[in-house]
């Protein structure tokens, strides 16, 4: 089969969260199994221009209509380890992706409008005629709604398209000239309650829910995440949307590519380890306490990894640090906050444990750094609001470091509390709460530090439990097959 990846993000080269690991990932896993995959990003600015291989141009002038003119684009192509993609470089006064950022703008909707309208406009130009075009979150929702608008009459009646849900909490929510700048001219049409009219607001547009009504296949990133979407309030306004088109929904669990993500190979951690040689995890332990000079004492390393944003429960982080401070473990942060008032409150607890000897905050985003906290911690904190699905904790798993989770979403579906989970013992990796609240995590808190100070030879059981887990992508990329498959044939 043959499949376009659309995207704002593709790890190593665009990556801000989950969405860059699963696009690259996902588009692996597809190849692997045989597969033709091709990615079509933004060429930003700050793309990791070190991490593409071989980049030249592959469309010289292209001219993406925009409001009645045409804006011109170059296309590159080039390797981003192995996997095939294209960028789109967009010229004139807009300047839409040097912005020195992959989101945050005030046109961001302008510019994922745009991107859209560009993708499609180049795969027409180049004669692409892929079997499924799968696109990703709000930036990308346009796709599905231009491809049956317009691009299905100019000639490309073949591709069908699968479009995944990371994160409803951002639904590209905008107004009436993002119709007349794509070219959707028939504002009445357009702007119903059937099509792309916001549900909450009649006169705003989302782009979310273009694409759920107009893709042939909708996916949400975990089961249980799909679940709460539809019951819960969690869908922030798109509950009717998604009952109605109830019947081309599907929850897939993301996987994990254990290729950049594995103790056993990783390029970027002092002592590589896996289930055999446990023991040289804590090789990783000691270089992660002198990067960050903690003190070499017996107490266990608590850590937490990603974005800070109110979605991930940041007054649970905080008060799981100082608890943790206060039973006797160190903690090691790795975060940055697009929002200046989280990135100020983060930037003052930081000056806060400054001199503390059994702790560290790092802000700022940094890949390789991130590898060496997960192999050399011994428990992640996720205490999320909410969580689609989530990554970190499957990273944990494979490292060998326990997650302590807030059961919700995608958490549920992968962790299982170590003292109360309906299953057997080994099948347990984890400690899970209910309550978001201090409380909340406290419970699993203490009974985490607990046993690794009272019983560990259990913890390095349950350590064990994790790594044996396989969250790869072997099960989510046939899945996606089934449903590329079925949405092709149909
Ligand atoms: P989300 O997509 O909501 O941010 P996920 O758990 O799905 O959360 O994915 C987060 C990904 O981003 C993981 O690969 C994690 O390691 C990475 N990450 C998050 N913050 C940082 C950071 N500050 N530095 C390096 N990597 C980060
Ligand atoms: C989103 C979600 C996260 C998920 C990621 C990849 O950013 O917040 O839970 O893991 O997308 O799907």
């Not at 990615?39 to 930003?44: C, D, S, T, V």
């Not at 979310?208 to 979407?229: C, H, Q, W």
Request: aromatic share 14%; glycine share 8%.
């Amino acid at each position: 089969m043959y499949i376009i990846q659309i995207a704002s993000e593709c790890a190593p080269v665009a990556k801000v969260g989950g969405l860059g690991d699963v696009v690259f990932g996902l588009s692996r896993e597809l190849e692997i199994r045989g597969n033709a995959v091709e990615i079509i990003l933004p060429k930003y600015d700050c793309l990791r221009y070190d991490k593409i291989f071989g980049l030249q141009v592959a469309y010289q002038d292209l001219w993406v209509p925009w409001y009645g003119g045409a804006i011109h684009c170059t296309v590159f192509f080039g390797f981003v380890d192995g996997r095939k993609c294209f960028f789109i470089d967009a010229h004139g006064e807009h300047n839409f992706f040097n912005r020195r950022t992959f989101y945050g703008q005030h046109d961001d909707d302008q510019r994922f409008a745009f991107f859209c309208r560009a993708a499609l406009e180049f795969m027409l130009k180049s004669n692409k005629h892929p079997d499924v075009i799968h696109c990703h979150d709000w930036q990308t929702g346009l796709v599905p709604v231009l491809l049956y608008e317009i691009y299905q009459q100019l000639g490309m009646r073949h591709p069908r398209v699968c479009y995944t849900l990371h994160n409803l909490q951002h639904q590209g929510v905008t107004r009436e000239h993002i119709l007349r700048a794509a070219g959707l001219n028939r504002h009445a049409y357009f702007y119903h309650q059937d099509r792309l009219q916001d549900n909450f607001n009649s006169s705003a547009l989302n782009l979310m829910k273009g694409g759920i009504v107009y893709a042939n296949f909708v996916t949400t990133v975990s089961p249980r995440y799909l679940d709460e979407i539809l019951y819960s309030a969690q869908n922030y306004g798109l509950g009717h949307t998604l009952h109605v088109h109830r019947g081309k929904l599907g929850g897939i669990l993301n996987g994990l590519d254990y290729d950049v993500w594995n103790p056993e190979t990783d390029r970027h951690i002092p002592r590589r380890y896996g289930l055999e040689h446990l023991d040289d995890k804590f090789v990783n332990k000691a270089a992660l306490r002198s990067r960050f000079w903690l003190r070499d004492a017996l107490r266990p390393v608590v850590c937490y990894v990603g974005r800070l944003d109110q979605q991930k429960g940041l007054p649970l982080v905080a008060h799981a640090i100082h608890y943790c401070l206060n039973q006797g473990c160190q903690f090691v942060l790795l975060g940055t906050a697009a929002d200046g008032r989280i990135a100020h409150q983060f930037q003052e607890l930081k000056r806060h444990y400054n001199d503390h000897p059994d702790c560290h905050i790092e802000l700022g985003f940094n890949e390789e750094l991130s590898h060496l906290i997960y192999a050399g911690a011994e428990m992640i904190i996720v205490p999320s609001l909410f969580e689609p699905c989530g990554l970190t904790q499957m990273i944990g798993l494979k490292y060998g470091t326990v997650p302590i989770v807030r059961a919700t979403g995608g958490l549920a579906d992968t962790i299982f509390d170590a003292d109360y989970a309906p299953k057997p013992y080994h099948e347990r990796n984890g400690y899970t709460f209910n309550d978001f609240n201090n409380a909340g995590i406290e419970s699993a808190l203490h009974r985490a530090i607990g046993l690794w100070y009272s019983y560990p030879r259990y913890f390095r059981e349950l350590m064990e439990n994790g790594m044996r887990c396989d969250y790869s992508w072997n099960h989510p990329g046939q899945h996606y097959l089934n449903v590329y498959e079925y949405i092709r044939d149909k």
